[in-house]
């Protein structure tokens, strides 16, 4: 009895990744650094001054990490709830950090305890910035206002309360002492000048804001918040001109490269998307382990810092040039040649006794319905989810093979309306991918020719029939298109090809005949 044949399945050439100059730059990493904090990682901020430090906010603590150091080099453990944004001073002597207790502390960088402590809001202050004069400080905070303090008397300047909810973000202009900009969960992001007893821009983001951004030149702004990522011009008073939505949950924190022309922002949904600011169109993207809180990039993008609701805290760092022409040029390790030549030359003796041991065949799911002749069943394994949406040319191949046998009509019969509607679906996913078509097409008209009298009775099979039809229609517009072009292309090289005349012998070339041959036509007149 011959032996069961399993299903071959036709290898088809994968089409290669599009490599970009994004994704050779920001694929030039090493493999991440995880350091395990105390609680979440809710900021992360670089210090804009060489060695370029980076601070940490995670539960009670802000440590400071150095830029390949696993461990704190120094850390801020002064308060008596969870802290939040701790942030440099642009010439990194000084940081700032809120806290739940509703107390702000500054901190020298090189000691230990508080300077200054502003006492004042009534909730926790979730959002700290020093202004571009190095003297006054920007909090927000639970309690709905935003404020301004006095570094050197360690006094309150101005208090703004205009937002209606949490204010969970914001940041001070770079170019003017005088500007800062706030985002709240009342989905509004506003610009206040201190000059000015209230805020002088409002823009509705339309969801609660998590993270604002501003662009080197200050006349572009970003916010984050729910799905979408918007962009605003600041010099149109606050007009909308991008709004983005590439994650599948909410978008925690954003980030600039150093050069300014990518735009990086990070979500729950585990993903940092890395967009062009020319065309604001998704460059590259990065995968991690859990949710992200919070991310920062390195001066000349020299690291990625990010931090997840799970406590780690990812760095990953640039490759050296030398380490990326090392990986580049190394060569693929091979087996050593005596595995294969192992045991070729043996001979064996007289009494040598050879033992085979029987090779225990592992089948398919659908090898083994099609084995016991389940031919419906078999079809049914195929087209499981994981199968039919990773692999669908392992559908395709069962397909085939009850086709070859004879058996794929009545694999097809007898179907109620979840599985005919799975059956559908593949198709419509398939049928116009020039690998499947052959196979697909003659399964189409198979499932027509036997459901045709129950057209009518199911609206979600309507559907998907309309929906096939549509798409079938539209792949034959486009076929057709294709053969008009080809036709125009094959006309242009004809017209370009030089021509060239062919000789042959002893023909006339003013009427086509023969030397000496004439024409029956003139023989009859000259008889005439």
Not at 69 to 80: D, G, I, L, Y
Not at 233 to 252: E, P, R, Y
Not at 429 to 449: H, K, Q, S, W, Y
């Amino acid at each position: 009895m011959a032996s069961f044949k399993p299903t071959q399945i036709q290898v088809y050439p994968k089409l290669g990744e599009k490599v970009t100059q994004d994704t050779l730059y920001w694929k030039n990493y090493k493999t991440p650094v995880q350091i395990k904090e105390f609680g979440a990682i809710t900021n992360i901020d670089f210090s804009p001054v060489a060695p370029h430090n980076f601070a940490v906010t995670a539960f009670t603590r802000v440590h400071i990490y150095g830029p390949f150091s696993q461990e704190p080099v120094k850390a801020f453990t002064r308060f008596k709830d969870t802290a939040y944004s701790g942030r440099f001073r642009s010439d990194g002597q000084l940081l700032v950090a809120g806290c739940e207790d509703s107390v702000v502390r500054l901190f020298d960088v090189g000691g230990k305890v508080a300077l200054r402590m502003f006492k004042g809001h009534k909730k926790a202050v979730h959002v700290t910035d020093f202004t571009s004069d190095h003297y006054q400080i920007l909090t927000g905070s639970d309690d709905y206002t935003c404020r301004l303090w006095d570094i050197p008397n360690a006094t309150e300047l101005n208090s703004y309360q205009e937002h209606t909810d949490y204010i969970r973000c914001g940041v001070a202009s770079k170019l003017n002492k005088d500007l800062f900009i706030t985002g709240s969960y009342d989905h509004t992001v506003k610009l206040f000048d201190a000059r000015v007893d209230k805020s002088v821009m409002t823009m509705n983001h339309g969801h609660p804001v998590e993270s604002v951004l501003l662009y080197p030149s200050e006349g572009l702004l970003v916010s984050a918040g729910g799905r979408y990522v918007k962009v605003w011009d600041l010099l149109k008073g606050g007009q909308a001109l991008v709004s983005l939505k590439n994650h599948h949950k909410t978008v925690t924190c954003l980030c600039l490269s150093s050069n300014g022309q990518r735009l990086l922002s990070a979500s729950l949904d585990r993903h940092v998307k890395v967009y062009s600011t020319v065309n604001y169109k998704v460059v590259h993207n990065f995968d991690y382990a859990a949710s992200i809180l919070s991310l920062a990039l390195a001066p000349d993008d020299a690291s990625i810092v990010a931090g997840m609701t799970n406590s780690v805290l990812s760095i990953k760092h640039r490759k050296s040039l030398e380490e990326s022409k090392e990986v580049s040029g190394q060569p693929r390790r091979r087996p050593a040649y005596r595995v294969f030549v192992k045991g070729k030359n043996y001979i064996p003796k007289q009494d040598d006794y050879l033992v085979s041991k029987p090779v225990r065949q592992h089948l398919a799911k659908y090898d083994k319905q099609l084995k016991k002749f389940n031919v419906s069943k078999a079809l049914d394994t195929a087209l499981e989810t994981w199968t039919r949406w990773k692999k669908p040319e392992i559908t395709v191949a069962v397909i085939k093979e009850l086709n070859r046998r004879g058996t794929l009509k009545n694999a097809l019969a007898g179907r109620d309306e979840q599985a005919l509607s799975r059956l559908l679906n593949f198709l419509i996913g398939n049928l116009v991918d020039a690998r499947f078509a052959p196979v697909l097409v003659t399964a189409a008209e198979m499932i027509l020719d036997i459901y045709q009298s129950i057209i009518g009775r199911s609206p979600v099979i309507d559907r998907q029939l309309l929906r096939l039809q549509e798409l079938l229609e539209k792949e034959i517009d486009y076929q057709q298109d294709l053969l008009e072009v080809l036709g125009m292309l094959d006309t242009m090289f004809a017209s370009t090809l030089p021509r060239k005349e062919v000789p042959c012998c002893g023909i006339s070339t003013s009427n086509g005949l023969a030397q000496g041959e004439t024409s029956s036509s003139n023989t009859q007149l000259q008889v005439a």
